[in-house]
């Protein structure tokens, strides 16, 4: 059985931080990269809380801390 491939990620051109707009769950992340969801959900926090990423519902903005 063969994962699924999910939707792609679209990014949101502008100036400024980089915005991608998500169209994946945390357990299509973790199909992609070959990790558990708990993992890809620890990582973005952790991420998130190092002031790297803000993530608001479905737009993921890189901040490049």
Same mark, same amino acid.
């Given at each position: 059985? +063969?994962?699924?491939?999910?939707?792609?990620?679209?990014? &949101?051109?502008?100036?400024?931080?980089? +915005?991608?707009?998500?169209?994946?769950?945390?357990? %299509?992340?973790?199909?992609?990269?070959?990790?558990?969801?708990?993992?890809?959900?620890? &990582?973005?926090? @952790?991420?998130?809380?190092?002031?790297?990423? &803000?993530? %608001?519902? @479905?737009?993921?903005?890189?901040?490049?801390?």
């Amino acid at each position: 059985l +063969r994962p699924r491939r999910p939707p792609a990620a679209r990014h &949101v051109r502008g100036r400024g931080p980089r +915005r991608v707009r998500q169209k994946m769950s945390k357990q %299509d992340m973790a199909r992609m990269i070959g990790a558990s969801r708990e993992m890809v959900s620890k &990582v973005m926090r @952790d991420l998130e809380v190092g002031g790297y990423i &803000v993530c %608001d519902n @479905d737009l993921i903005t890189i901040t490049g801390a």
